[in-house]
């Protein structure tokens, strides 16, 4: 049992969990999975596809042929820890393919580590199989190891993230992620329907929505209909919704459609309840004139008010963002602008990041860096008012009931999430008092008795 700390990375991807054995002889791949839950669906991809062709999976280093991590290149801090990773790889394992964002600078990769096998880029597939094939070829079972490709999950079995495009349209100054990961390419929405059906007919819980821009998903497509289903978020998340699972939407930027998302979150609506009650947006920033050097596709004046409306029509919605702070050329009054702002949104989860120059990103080149000092302390100052923020909101929901998912259970406690809670980027609720009859996936009814500045603490209502 731990609890959320403040500074959680907004960015990362639960820690990819391996636990399907190898049978002897075998041949063996590990994976390393870095940066967001984009990327995670990459290797869940990879690892099924590995799969089908009679490769095992190893949970170790010792136990894999060969090694494939998946890397993240979003920041240059990211960068650091995708280099770490290659490194603790090598030394444990000798045999390493690089794969993911960061493999898009393979000479980069290979100048700090060119002891690696090969590099491709982000959703390479075909390559990183080609890369496998020539390190450790296959050697199938063909009574056991050749059957119809089963997804490989690298999450508990009673989630999964369900990604719905790839690539992005915007160019934001401080995001190379167009660059890696090239423009918006939806997928089918019946695709996307079938993939969802096949997951919650294996025990799937709760479905996460995931791409670089959720709101702009089937734009590329213009919104096509094909076998009964439509490219676009609002009828993607219906139809979502109706599979029975919670389904839950990140990455959402604010575009004047979001609107009508809203009444599938709300239970009072007549086509409510099909969507949790929850949008992760990316502000990013509340001064315009920040907004403006940052080239972000919104405006923020209006975003006020796009708020009020959601919570008017669905007054239990839970919103989160993610900020930058210290950005190039922020002076305190804007700064100031951002904290003021922050206090009248009342976001109820919120990231923030201190500015880092990526290379090759436009930013690096604007006037006027903030120093490394002025950033720490601005993060800390809006940390401490999201905290704030964050604790009264909590405090609220105090004898409240409030339908909870089991994520662990330990001998102290089981931890869960409420409908207001993503996993590993949100709070928990623990239930630490008769919790020995559930299980991992249960959905149940909790009545709030405690909160704190993060988390919730509980106990189940009889049924």
Not at 145 to 160: E, G
Request: one cysteine or more; aromatic letters at 6%.
């Amino acid at each position: 049992m731990s609890t959320n700390p403040p500074d959680l990375r907004p960015d990362l991807a639960p820690r990819a969990r391996i636990s399907d054995p190898s049978r002897p002889g075998q041949p063996s791949i590990g994976m390393v999975s870095l940066g967001c839950p984009k990327a995670l669906v990459d290797s869940e991809r990879i690892l099924t596809r590995l799969r089908a062709e009679g490769y095992g999976v190893s949970p170790d280093y010792a136990g894999a042929d060969a090694v494939i991590v998946n890397t993240c290149g979003f920041l240059d801090s990211a960068k650091a820890e995708s280099l770490e990773a290659i490194g603790e790889a090598l030394a444990e394992n000798g045999r390493v393919i690089v794969t993911g964002c960061l493999g898009a600078e393979p000479d980069y990769i290979r100048e700090h580590h060119p002891r690696i096998l090969a590099v491709t880029g982000p959703h390479q597939y075909e390559q990183v199989l080609d890369a496998v094939h020539a390190a450790v070829p296959p050697s199938p079972d063909p009574f056991v190891d050749l059957l119809p490709a089963q997804q490989v999950s690298l999450t508990p079995r009673h989630y999964s993230y369900l990604k719905i495009s790839e690539g992005c349209n915007h160019k934001c100054k401080f995001c190379i992620i167009p660059d890696m990961r090239g423009r918006l390419q939806s997928r089918p929405a019946h695709a996307v329907l079938r993939e969802a059906e096949k997951l919650v007919a294996n025990g799937v819980k709760e479905l996460l929505v995931i791409s670089q821009d959720t709101s702009a998903y089937g734009v590329d497509i213009k919104h096509a209909e094909d076998r009964g289903h439509r490219a676009h978020i609002t009828d993607l998340a219906r139809d979502l919704g109706s599979l029975g699972a919670w389904v839950r939407l990140h990455y959402v930027y604010p575009y004047p459609h979001v609107r009508n998302l809203i009444p599938l979150m709300d239970v009072v609506s007549e086509s409510g309840g099909l969507v949790l009650p929850y949008l992760d947006i990316p502000f990013q920033h509340a001064h315009p004139d920040v907004l403006k050097r940052m080239a972000r596709p919104a405006a923020a004046a209006k975003t006020l008010d796009e708020i009020a409306a959601w919570r008017a029509q669905c007054p239990d919605i839970t919103l989160r963002s993610t900020f930058i702070v210290g950005y190039p050329g922020e002076t305190e009054a804007e700064f100031q602008t951002l904290l003021d702002w922050l206090d009248e949104a009342q976001l109820d989860r919120v990231g923030c990041f201190q500015y880092e120059n990526v290379a090759g990103a436009r930013s690096n080149d604007l006037p006027d860096h903030v120093a490394p000092e002025v950033k720490q302390d601005r993060w800390d100052r809006f940390m401490e008012k999201a905290q704030a923020i964050s604790e009264a909101k909590l405090a609220a929901k105090v004898g409240r009931r409030l339908e909870v998912i089991v994520d662990e259970i330990d001998e102290d406690a089981a931890t869960c999430r409420t409908r207001a809670d993503a996993p590993e980027i949100d709070g928990n609720l623990f239930i630490d008092e008769d919790f020995s009859e559930l299980s991992v996936g249960d959905i149940v009814t909790v009545e709030v008795e405690e909160a704190g500045e993060y988390d919730l603490w509980g106990r189940v209502v009889p049924a």
